[in-house]
């Protein structure tokens, strides 16, 4: 069955950096455009990045110029480099399909923390 596993999340400061990774196994992940979601407590889950599988990339104006996604088709991963963090980025990160029919069960999602 398809499986998403994501990981990378932490604790860091204000101006830190993460890298966050998904790892996706069950599909053929290449024919697929993928999304970072981020949920955050008391709030609905949000897509803030999107790469279509030609390596297009779209993001909400809250992390444009921040966050980057890139996707490593032969190795089923895709990641999301998060730079200059701020408070308000704190919640739990998840990956899925973007743009087409969401994937089911989501994954565990990463909890990203930041904080002084």
């Known amino acids: 069955q398809v499986q998403l596993v994501e990981s990378g999340g932490g604790l860091v400061q204000p101006g830190g950096s993460l890298r966050l990774s998904c790892a996706a196994s069950g599909i053929i992940f290449s024919n697929n455009a993928m999304g970072w979601y981020r949920q955050a407590p008391g709030k609905q889950r949000e897509l803030v990045a999107a790469i279509a599988n030609g390596g297009s990339t779209a993001y909400v104006d809250a992390v444009k110029g921040r966050f980057t996604i890139s996707r490593d088709n032969a190795k089923n991963t895709l990641y999301l480099q998060m730079n200059s963090l701020k408070p308000k980025d704190t919640a739990v990160y998840y990956c899925?399909?973007?743009?087409?029919?969401?994937?089911?069960?989501w994954g565990q999602g990463t909890q990203v923390t930041v904080s002084s």
């Open positions: 899925n399909r973007a743009g087409g029919p969401l994937i089911t069960p």
